[in-house]
């Protein structure tokens, strides 16, 4: 569970605007615009405060007093898994609740830059799939009074069965992965896997088992470079989080999930801990010895392709790749999914340990011109047909607990599944640095490029990220999270 710790003294413009990557706009073309002006809802009065509205009457079927004729703005992030599950399936339930309701669909592909601007003027959409590497900073849209505190969607009687708290059908770690300062402010609707992914048929076609341990591991690596495949790659370009993931998640494989709330909790020498140089040193070793350094030149797509062409063995992602893939797959290649080798006989976690986690990020504008209705949006994707729906569509899971039974599911997502099975308790913690503090998270993934490329030594890396990890902590205008499972 998180917890805030406080922020020391007020947060001024420019810290803001650092927080959420807006610098570069205050100091650019139209820096007179923006210095005239606060952000919307700073708390200095500049800003028009959004108009009061009326709620319509609640109940059951309307929880949170939805004006049935009022607007509703929808972004979607369009990568991975599409826009077709919001505009075929979410949005025309909403729109069967509500008939009047005008509904504004805006897919991209670049969060950051589309909305950035909108968060400084006030113009905010409703509903916002904040995703893919342009994501925003939802610790500094918080602090900032921008997120919708979703309390009420949690408590909100669950649209299948008004007898039951939303709550209480999801997946253990919904709740609790949705608190920023204490409280939930964004919904992370998918269970995802990350992991290595590998062709199962090009394995079993050349009789490759799957490795278990670090040795296993480095023996595969001869015999795929004796077949002219790379071992293992990373896009270098869009997509060094993959690795990133890589790391911390074999570091808690290493030494206990532990390591990984240490350096959410930025726990002095938390980036430092032995398991994290070993986790860092086993990888880097591996890259040196069998990896291609074309690859850090690549994005995640042109990797991804390489792989579906087996120049690749194994690909480190989350589950939704079986369907970003989906139109470039062919027939000869089914996705199947490894969790990282043991890398000594001492690690603290068994071989069959993944990672299992949330991911997919909602939320609700607070001053969006629609609140009730983005809360009520969320709620409707939390239902049992808009759950469902989205898993059959995207072949990815929801945190909505038993809807995907009877789904006739790619082998992909059923390799994921027995893979949870297999790991029963053994679960690796997912990550929250990197929505909590993603300054943190993108110096982490330069600095994984560094140390993957050999410009840097292991001992260099998890040196500059616990430097990068103090000077984060030392910053009033960072609102500090905490967390102990």
Known sequence: MSQSTGMPGE?????????????????????GLLSACATAGSGSGAGPAPAAATP????????????????????????GNGDGYATGLHQPLYRKAYPRAEIKHVPTQKIGTQLRPRFVSGDVPDVVNNSGPEALDMAALTAEGHLADLSALFDAPSVDDPGKKVRDTLVGGAHENS????????????????????????????????????????????ETRRAGITLFAYPGQVGPFYQVWNLVYTAAKIGG??????????????????????????????QTKYGDKAYFGLDHTQTQIKHLQDKVAFYPCGSWLDNEMAKDKPDSFEYAIAPVPSVTATDKMPAEAIMVGVSEAFFVSAKGGNLAGGLEYLRIMLSREGARGYTERTKNLTVVNGVSEGLDLPPAVRSAA???????????????FESWYKELFDYSQTQTNAVMAGRATP?????????????????????KQTRSV
């Open 11 to 31: 947060m001024n413009r420019r810290q803001l605007l650092r927080r959420i990557g807006l610098t570069a706009l205050a100091a650019g073309p139209g820096a």
């Open 459 to 479: 001992e260099q890396f998890c040196a500059n990220m616990q430097r990068k990890a103090d000077e984060i902590k030392k910053d009033p205008s960072v609102t």
């Open 179 to 222: 608190l920023i300062d204490g409280d939930p402010h964004v919904l992370n609707y998918t269970v995802a896997h990350r992991a290595l992914w590998y062709n199962a048929k090009l394995f079993a076609d050349r009789g490759w088992t799957v490795p278990r341990t670090w040795d296993a591991f480095l023996a595969l690596g001869e």
């Open 418 to 432: 027995r893979a949870q099975d297999a790991a029963g308790r053994n679960t690796i913690t997912d990550a929250r």
């Open 257 to 286: 999930n532990q390591v990984v709330i240490d350096i959410d909790n930025l726990a002095d020498g938390a980036w430092t801990n032995p398991a994290v140089l070993a986790s860092v040193t086993a990888w880097a070793d591996l």
């Open 56 to 79: 319509a009457a609640t109940s059951a079927a309307n929880p949170f007093g939805v004006d049935p004729g009022k607007p509703l703005e929808v972004v979607i992030f369009n990568g």
